[in-house]
Structures are given as structure tokens and as C-alpha cells.
């Protein structure tokens, strides 16, 4: 038998209206839905039905279905936000990305006639065990995280686990608040339905207030009419909804096909002109980047910061967004690491070379993916805070000061002391077999092209070298290598010793 988490989603128009603008995230605000691209606000009207309304618009009286001008005279303050239908399915397909990370297969819709709006499906059969120690212990703990998952992204939700997912979606919306956590134990659907109210059912709202006016208060006092005469008055939804009842569901999801490279933007009511400003608004996008690039088990290894100036206050000359590109040297997925690279990107660069002009809009698109390979943690040995610090601080540096003089060292096949090291690209495998010129001495940890004088006190020997020059018989300067200490530098140094001179050439392990 399956098992299906449903993600009801409280005011998902709402929460797409305040990421898309932050500066209203605490005023009262009303939504309208659009089917067009091309409207706004500003074509927006009186007489135009308000969608959706916030929290703090509803305790000041503002309803649904309400026009503009009557909440307006409710709540003079009162903001009014479009949002398109083509940023409500954006959301729905960003949450059933980053809730591949707890089943194989999303769906954000079942079937057409069915009522099935702010509803996110995970198939979660045969995940439970790996939350925890039973089936109930591991689905009450994979609620918990699939509701931290959502709600990092943006969202309010209630989750919910049951055998199918029309009586999973019916549990989350409808159960009371004192029901717990909502994870409906298997055969027990017909149990969990009969105690909802009978607006969780997929019907008609004359239907529903028919069974009201006869009565019927819950979806348990159905069983009590006759089927045939129920039947009538369902009409084409009879079997599904008299199924529905007696918990079986069988309703087939539609798998969510995410996109191929993810993005994230916000645009913004007023323009920013500060890069702190800038960093708070890439905070969000980095956390909803981040929750999806976890969920499809991959990362990002090349990022464009995109942003879009005031078309009135820039120049038409030149180009109206500025992209920042950032290059990582290892794929990276976590919301603290993507924000710190943006965060010391931006820094780098300065207001100057970003903030000319105030600021509508701010991306964030991976431009290039890759698998994130890890590898199984040791049962008795805790994993090491370097191996999870230092892909973030390379690809900080990497900012800083270029991807391509950040990697590790290797040795390389050269009788060439100054070119025995070369830097490898962070994350590039070092060859197994050693070079064909290994010394049994000790290598430098890494050399510098600018060599300093030290004096020689006490030195231990590392090896000695003679420089044949061929077009010359006569000249044959000895070079000797030795490890000494170096006051000046703190660090063991290997130094070049000549016959009169000695320079510390590279630092030692």
C-alpha cells in the first residue's frame, strides 16, 4: 500500500506577492490573480475583485471576493499586489523541487475536475525508515522536515501522511489544529475522513450546503443516506466521492518535471540603492536556490547575480542589468554557502561597480550544475568540520581573488625545483601514481616566485643539484637544497644555498 504527503499550503498568493516585493512583507496587503502577462498594478480598478488577502488585512476586516475600493475604504493603508498565474505555477514547481529529497516522484495536480488547488503531493512509500526507527516514528518525523523545507522557502503549510492523496490533501486542510501530527495510519482513511467536515469533499458549494441543510455536518454522516439517493444528487463525482468515504483512494499523481536550471528574482515596488539592500533580498533567493538544489541532489557550480536598473534613472546608452558572475569550485547546494559567495562577491566588487542606478529587480540562476557526490558517514567517527568549511572557503577566495588561483598542490614530473609544485582546480583528483621523478626527500608544502635572503644557522639537508649548461663547459654552478628555520617567516623553509648567496625558495609541510 502507498503512502502520500500532502503540503497544504495556507495563502500561497500571498507569499508569492511579499517575495516578489519584500518591502510589504508586514503591511496589510490584498492579492489579485491575473491570467495576464502583461498586467500590473497600475491596470488595476475599483470594481476589481480582490483573490486573496493577508493576515493582517483579514483581522481589519478586509474579506476575499471583496473589490478594491470597499477594502480600500476598510483599510486606507491597505496594499495591492497582481500576481500572475505563471509565478503561482513557478512556486508550486520550486516546492515539488526541493520535495524530491523525500520521495522519487512530486505532483502539484491530480485531475482537473477535482479541487485541488495549494496542494503539493510527495509519494513517500518506503521512505519512512529512514527517519526513523518505525513507520510511525519515521512518517511523524518526515513531516516535521518537509514542513521546515516549505516553510525556509517562503511558505506556511500544514502536512499531512495518509494511503492516497486526496484523503492526505483532505487531512491537511481541514483537521483540526488539535489533531497533532497528521499522519493517518494505513487502513485507517474511511476513520480520518469521517471527521472532517463535508467541505473537504470535492464538490459543488450548493452540494455542500444541501448536505449542510439536511444535516449532515461531517463526511461520516453520509454513510447513513442511501447510496442511490446520495448518488443523484453527487452526480458525476457519486463514485469517486462514495469511494472517498470509505478511505479508498487511488488517485494516480502526476509527476513534477523540475526545469533544467533553476532561477530564482524578486522585484521590487521601490528601488534599492544600497548593497546591504541587495544582500537582503539575495538572502531569500539563496534560500529557496538553496532548498531546491538539495532536492534534486545536485549543485551549483556557476552562478549569475542579475540586476536590473530603473529604466528611467539609467543611462539608454548603456546596458540596463548587471550580471555578476561567480564560479565555484565545487558544486554547492546549501542556502549558507550560496549566500556567503554571493554575500563576498558582492562585497568584493563594492557599491560603486554595482548600485548604478536604483535597483528593480534581483536574480540569482545557476547557470551550471553538477551531481554532489558524498560519501557515507562512518558510524563511530564524526565527520570533520574542515571537510564541510572548506568548499565554502575556496569558493570565498575564489571571489576574492580569482577560481584560478585557488586549488591544491600537487607534485609533478620536473627535475625543476621551482616547478616540482603545481596548483590543481579545487576538487580535481590528484593521480594515483606517483611522478616518475619522486624524490625520497621532503617536498615543499609550496614555493614562491619572489625569494627572500635568511641566514643559515642550522640546516638539514635535503638535496643538491648541478646545473649543466651545455653551450658553456666552464660554468657549472652547484645549487644545494636545505630545511632551516626562519625567524622572519615563523615556518619551516627550504632554502637554496650557492656559493654565496642563500634564499628561501618554498615553505615546508
Excluded at 482513511?189 to 450548493?206: E, N, R, S
Excluded at 529604466?311 to 546596458?319: E, K, N, Q
Excluded at 560519501?375 to 570565498?396: G, I, Q, W
Excluded at 608544502?445 to 643538491?464: C, D, E, I, N
Aim: aromatic residues 4%; charged residues 25%.
Amino acid at each position: 500500500m502507498r503512502r502520500v504527503a500532502a503540503v497544504a499550503l495556507h495563502s500561497v498568493l500571498v507569499d508569492v506577492a511579499r517575495m516578489a516585493s519584500p518591502e510589504v512583507s508586514d503591511a496589510p496587503l490584498a492579492v489579485v490573480l491575473v491570467h495576464q502577462e502583461d498586467r500590473d498594478e497600475s491596470s488595476i480598478l475599483g470594481n476589481t475583485r480582490i483573490t486573496s488577502v493577508s493576515r493582517e488585512a483579514y483581522d481589519l476586516g478586509v474579506r476575499g471576493a471583496m473589490t478594491v475600493a470597499q477594502a480600500k475604504a476598510k483599510v486606507s493603508d491597505l496594499r495591492v499586489r497582481v500576481v500572475r498565474a505563471s509565478q503561482v505555477r513557478r512556486t508550486f514547481a520550486a516546492l515539488a523541487e526541493a520535495c524530491i529529497a523525500f520521495g522519487a516522484t512530486t505532483a502539484v495536480s491530480i485531475d482537473a475536475k477535482w479541487n485541488d488547488e495549494e496542494i503539493v503531493w510527495i509519494d513517500v512509500t518506503g521512505c519512512a525508515h529512514l527517519h526513523g526507527p518505525t513507520e510511525l516514528l519515521g512518517e511523524r518525523a518526515m513531516i516535521e522536515k518537509i514542513g521546515s523545507c516549505v516553510r525556509a522557502m517562503g511558505h506556511a503549510c500544514r502536512v499531512a501522511i495518509a494511503d492516497g492523496p486526496r484523503v492526505a490533501a483532505a487531512v491537511a486542510r481541514f483537521a483540526p489544529e488539535s489533531a497533532g501530527r497528521l499522519v493517518i495510519p494505513r487502513g485507517k482513511g474511511a476513520a480520518a475522513m469521517g471527521k472532517l467536515p463535508t467541505m473537504a469533499l470535492p464538490i459543488d458549494a450548493d452540494t455542500t450546503q444541501w448536505l449542510q441543510s439536511l444535516g449532515l455536518r461531517r463526511i461520516g454522516d453520509l454513510t447513513t443516506l442511501p447510496r442511490t439517493a446520495l448518488g443523484s444528487r453527487l452526480g458525476s463525482h457519486a463514485s469517486d466521492v462514495m469511494a472517498l468515504v470509505s478511505g479508498d483512494d487511488r488517485a494516480p499523481l502526476r509527476p513534477c518535471v523540475p526545469e533544467e536550471l533553476p532561477r530564482e528574482s524578486a522585484s521590487l515596488e521601490y528601488g534599492i540603492e544600497r548593497t546591504d539592500q541587495v544582500l537582503f533580498v539575495a538572502k531569500t533567493l539563496c534560500d529557496r536556490l538553496g532548498a531546491r538544489l538539495e532536492g534534486r541532489g545536485e549543485g551549483a557550480l556557476l552562478m549569475t547575480l542579475s540586476l536590473t536598473y530603473d529604466r528611467a534613472m539609467v543611462d539608454p546608452s548603456t546596458d540596463r542589468r548587471c550580471l555578476v558572475k561567480m564560479s565555484l569550485p565545487s558544486p554547492l547546494a546549501r542556502a549558507a554557502d550560496l549566500f556567503s559567495i554571493v554575500r563576498t562577491r558582492v562585497d568584493a566588487l563594492g557599491h560603486q561597480a554595482l548600485v548604478r542606478a536604483p535597483i528593480v529587480e534581483v536574480a540569482l540562476v545557476v547557470n551550471e550544475l553538477a551531481l554532489r557526490v558524498r560519501d557515507n558517514m562512518h558510524m563511530f567517527v564524526p565527520e570533520a568540520k574542515a571537510d564541510r568549511a572548506l568548499p565554502r572557503l575556496c569558493a570565498e577566495l575564489a571571489q576574492e581573488i580569482g577560481p584560478a588561483r585557488v586549488g591544491t598542490l600537487a607534485v609533478t614530473d620536473s627535475w625543476i625545483q621551482e616547478a616540482r609544485t603545481t596548483l590543481l582546480p579545487y576538487g580535481t583528483k590528484r593521480p594515483k601514481d606517483k611522478p616518475r621523478f619522486y624524490s625520497k626527500s621532503e617536498e615543499p608544502l609550496r614555493l614562491t616566485t619572489l625569494p627572500h635572503g635568511v641566514k643559515v644557522k642550522s640546516a638539514r639537508p635535503v638535496f643538491r643539484s648541478e646545473l649543466a649548461l651545455w653551450w658553456s663547459p666552464k660554468a657549472r654552478p652547484i645549487e644545494s637544497f636545505v630545511v632551516a628555520w626562519s625567524d622572519r617567516d615563523r615556518a619551516s623553509v627550504l632554502v637554496r644555498v650557492r656559493e654565496t648567496t642563500s634564499a628561501v625558495v618554498g615553505w615546508m609541510s
